[in-house]
């Protein structure tokens, strides 16, 4: 009989839990339904924003709208990417006659972090180039944050052959004799398998699962133990450019810019590759001329990675642009954008002029 009442007295108790955890439940769900929406309206669609190409490298999925996030995660600057998955306009296959089509490749310098999409350096190359022989050029270009030369060269081979240009531009930046890196697993884990539709789970990708190492994909071990060794301290090899601690690091790079001269020689198209220098080398040279002029030595202390790239584009019959005196001569500051390790719409315009006074 005892034990007949403890049962009628738990059925209350198992409805008045089940009635908690219902609504612990139904809250829990009301909670990630706001965070949701929330992450949406920040730029964190329903889609990812980036996969993995077989061919390329990560790049991104094309036709989206989408805000770039400050370090407070609130919304600073709306990028269009076209049906490609890039920034600015898609040109078309067909050519017009009598048109000179430029093609720009590069990482987030090209990309334009920072900057509205009329901002960009190319978009303002463009008009450069408008400006001294208007409807004589066409520019589109073909970039994404984090790319090396090897992903712009597989670019050119797998995109912009399609387009037929004229002149290719390549981008050189500071952090470009780092190894090659194939990607990030966007597309090929667990995690994003069950949750990378949602905004909730591409932003847990993006911000903390894509720092893990099972989320790299670079199966070459002695990349691997390269990347590593280039990350002790990311500054040094750059810096150091023209120094026997470089040199594994050119050997990795410099087959990629031999690729795209070979390639794009094959195709009758132009090659040149400007180089866009570091914050922390126009700063340098900056509080070098403040305390006096600027002599070769002084240059070379800050500028090892252009002087030597401009020496090994030399030996390879690379046409080759330094940007840098131009930038750290300028009167307005180049890095006024609101990404601080890149430059903003003054910066990119100085660059977009010396490009196209080579071209023109």
Sequence with gaps: MARTMERVHDKPRRRRGLRRLAWALAGFALVIAIVEVSLRRMGYTQRAVMYFDQD??????????????????????????????????????????????????????????????????????????????????????????????????????????????????????????????????????????????????????????????????????????????????????????????????????????????????????RLLVAYFPDRQQIDRLQALAAQGDVGPAERSSACQLQEELGRRCAQAGIEFLDTTDALWKAQSNPFDGLEPGHPGATGYGIMARQVAEVLR
């Design 56 to 269: 390329i490298g990560f790049r991104s999925w094309p036709n989206q709208t989408r805000w770039q996030l400050g370090r407070d995660m609130q919304p600073t600057v709306l990028m269009r990417l076209n049906g490609e998955g890039f920034r600015g306009p898609l040109l078309d296959r067909e050519r017009t006659a009598g048109v000179t089509r430029v093609v720009t490749l590069g990482d987030s310098y090209n990309f334009g972090l920072g900057v509205e999409d009329t901002e960009t350096y190319p978009v303002q190359l463009e008009r450069e180039l408008h400006a001294a022989q208007p409807g004589a050029y066409e520019v589109m270009d073909v970039s994404y944050p984090g790319w090396a030369p090897a992903n712009e060269t597989a670019a050119y081979v797998h995109i912009i052959r399609d387009y037929s240009p004229d002149v290719v531009v390549l981008g050189f930046t500071f952090n470009d004799l780092q190894p090659p890196d194939a990607g990030f697993r966007y597309t090929d884990n667990w995690f994003f398998r069950w949750f990378g539709t949602s905004a909730i789970g591409w932003a847990i990708t993006t911000k903390g699962l894509n720092k893990l190492p099972d989320f790299v994909i670079e199966p070459d071990e002695s990349t691997q133990a390269l990347n590593a060794k280039y990350f002790e301290d990311p500054n040094a090899v750059p810096l150091r450019a023209a120094e026997p601690i470089a040199e594994p690091f050119w050997e990795a790079t410099m087959p990629a810019l031999l690729e795209l001269r070979d390639v794009t020689a094959s195709d009758g198209v």
